[in-house]
T-cell receptor, first 106, second 112 residues
């Protein structure tokens, strides 16, 4: 089946640090998206990025479809960045990874 | 503007029963998609509707069904509930199918 692997599974950082989250696909990358679920369960669609690079404030994402991976960069982390980050894509464009659980400590 | 509204927020049902969950999208959004989230399986896509037509369907048994009305509101139905159906069910709406989703707060379903 379609495999979507996210790394690292867990990450603990101090406020102000930068981080890179990765999403690897066993098959082709289609309809790649990044999501953030805050500690209260609310999901937010961060990026739709089937290829190339996009930036939104302190967050940016890059997808290299030919090498079947995507990266999410978070700069100058804030405690509000805490939560779980999911990528979604794969050949069907519908498969989620297991997520990266990020904790930003003050 | 009002966000995506899911009702009810919490629900307890007995095995074998059926349940209907409702999702009201943001005004003007014509696409509604549904997701199941459990500790074991994580986030999984259920289905997506656009202008009353199902555009995509995830890998779930036929007990899971949905529909979208002409006003873009959507319902999903689960028949013959099993304990494993206990989950957070999330709905999202977007202007077009495929991206730009805004999520609701979810319906927490517990099957006992």
């Amino acid at each position: 089946g379609i495999q979507v692997e996210q790394s690292p599974p867990d990450l603990i950082l101090q406020e102000g640090a930068n981080s890179t989250l990765r999403c690897n696909f066993s098959d082709s990358v289609n309809n790649l998206q990044w999501f953030h679920q805050n500690p209260w369960g609310q999901l937010i669609n961060l990026f739709y990025i089937p290829s190339g690079t996009k930036q939104n404030g302190r967050l940016s994402a890059t997808t290299v479809a030919t090498e079947r991976y995507s990266l999410l960069y978070i700069s100058s982390s804030q405690t509000t960045d805490s939560g779980v980050y999911f990528c979604r894509g794969g050949a069907d464009g519908l498969t989620f990874g297991k997520g990266t659980h990020l904790i930003i400590q003050p | 503007k009002a966000g995506v509204t899911q009702t009810p927020r919490y629900l307890i049902k007995t095995r074998g029963q059926q349940v209907t969950l409702s999702c009201s999208p943001i005004s003007g959004h014509r696409s509604v998609s549904w997701y199941q989230q459990t500790p074991g399986q994580g986030l999984q896509f259920l289905f997506e509707y656009f202008s009353e037509t199902q555009r995509n369907k995830g890998n779930f048994p036929g007990r899971f069904s949905g529909r979208q009305f002409s006003n873009s509101r959507s319902e999903m139905n689960v028949s013959t509930l099993e304990l494993g159906d206990s989950a957070l069910y999330l709905c999202a709406s977007s202007l077009e199918a495929g991206n730009g989703y805004t999520f609701g707060s979810g319906t927490r379903l517990t099957v006992v």
